[in-house]
């Protein structure tokens, strides 16, 4: 089902969609087990996304989006064991986003293009009933041309990352950069490297992570190592420093799926520091994962140049790697 290579390989999957491009015709699907037999499929499915409410909910099962085997249902419908629920998430409706004075680390901005180092704690795009204090609303306010490709919640957004994740993001400003990018993240050409503090001696000073990655069935807001209605996932990784019983990893993205990094990391042995849902209830604590977009490299959608930006380390990662070295 999955491997772990002690030799740096690449593995191409140029079929598959990453996780981390903005799709507008999302298909969301889950298999209820047995300890949510009996619920309620408007509570199921709220309680399985992130940043949705149930009244949102209960307006896509109403306008025929939800089915349960095949069938659409009613929101108060009841579940059984083994049931099949599919979603069709529809395109962002036409809602005022508002542009926010939210301060932005800007690392790099042209006419088509705008490079971020997103903050820890700030959310990438608006959601439904969720629509301020997110990086939109910080774009808009600042940039005021951003591609619409995607729809009035996520004006060009092209990938995201984790709200507790932070580090480089870039966003497209018209709709010829927005295809360009999207084309590099879907065919993996986007070069996407990360730093991680994580549990743990790594036995292996570099290696590649190729497992499936899908939702986990006893936790509808989790992702797993997993055959069943996955997707392939590569993360490639290098240890940079072994300090007591951590270990300092570049990771390096070859697909983008939900999750992947803290879920590889978890799946062998290895989870982030300071991740509240992957991670261990022991040791150094920190608001979010130790997790850091640090390199972001692509092709300019204008000129064709390759260009590379790198982000510093937050403060937070820094103090407990300092820490732990004084130890």
């Given at each position: ?152 919640l996520r004006p060009g957004i092209v990938h995201r990352i984790d ?127 130790a997790l850091h977009a640090a390199v972001l490299g692509f092709v ?28």
């Open positions: 089902m999955s491997k772990m290579h002690n030799e740096e390989q690449t593995t191409g999957d140029t079929s598959a969609q990453d996780d981390d491009l903005m799709n507008d015709n999302e298909r969301l699907e889950w298999t209820v087990s047995a300890e949510h037999k009996k619920e309620r499929i408007d509570k199921y499915i709220t309680e399985a996304m992130d940043d949705v409410s149930r009244s949102q909910v209960q307006l896509w099962i109403g306008d025929g989006l939800v089915t349960v085997n095949g069938a659409v249902v009613k929101a108060n419908a009841k579940l059984a064991e083994g049931d099949l629920i599919e979603l069709r998430v529809p395109e962002p409706t036409a809602v005022e986003i508002i542009a926010e004075d939210i301060p932005l680390e800007v690392v790099y901005e042209d006419s088509d293009v705008i490079v971020i180092n997103k903050p820890r704690g700030l959310v990438v795009h608006p959601a439904p009933g969720h629509t301020s204090g997110t990086l939109v609303n910080a774009l808009m306010y600042h940039c005021k041309d951003l591609s619409g490709i995607n729809g009035e709200k507790d994740t932070s580090g480089l993001l870039m966003a497209a400003k018209n709709d010829r950069a927005h295809a360009s990018l999207a084309a590099q993240l879907k065919d993996h050409s986007v070069n996407r490297r990360y730093i991680a503090l994580v549990h743990g001696h790594l036995s292996h000073d570099q290696g590649t992570i190729d497992a499936p990655i899908g939702r986990d069935t006893n936790d509808r807001k989790m992702y797993t190592v997993t055959e069943r209605n996955s997707k392939h996932a590569v993360t490639h990784f290098n240890v940079t420093e072994r300090i007591n019983d951590y270990t300092l990893l570049e990771l390096k993205l070859e697909t983008g799926r939900t999750h992947q990094i803290r879920v590889h990391m978890k799946f062998i042995g290895h989870p982030l520091v300071g991740d509240p849902i992957y991670g261990r209830n022991k040791g150094i604590k920190m608001n979010g994962q300019h959608p204008a000129t064709g140049e390759y260009m590379e930006f790198s982000a510093p380390l937050p403060q937070d990662m820094e103090d407990v790697l300092a820490s732990l070295r004084s130890r």
